[in-house]
């Protein structure tokens, strides 16, 4: 079995994915944070990698850009928050 690199990049995409919400669900990490998002970016990119340049599959590849796209939204959004919260903090000080 001839292994390319962009089953590679599918196999460690979805281990990235998986490992991702076992922490979540172990509360080894937040939801909203920053490593559980690019946990489930940088594994999404993965997928979609091994979907473009391997056996393709519109149903996984929408799922992926859907996955991908939730994923930017919640680095943007925390992000957003803590800015917020930063700004609340130096207001009370």
Known sequence: MNILW???AGY???ALVLLAFLLLQARKLHGNGLV???MNVL???GV??????GSFNTSAFVMQVAWLVI???GIFNS????????????RIS
């Open 71 to 73: 994923g930017i939204y």
């Open 36 to 38: 559980y998002q690019l």
């Open 6 to 8: 962009h089953d590679w």
């Open 48 to 53: 979609m990698l091994s979907l473009l340049f």
């Open 43 to 45: 594994g999404a990119l």
């Open 79 to 90: 992000a957003r928050v803590r800015r917020e919260l930063k700004g609340v903090e130096s």
């Open 12 to 14: 460690i995409g979805v």
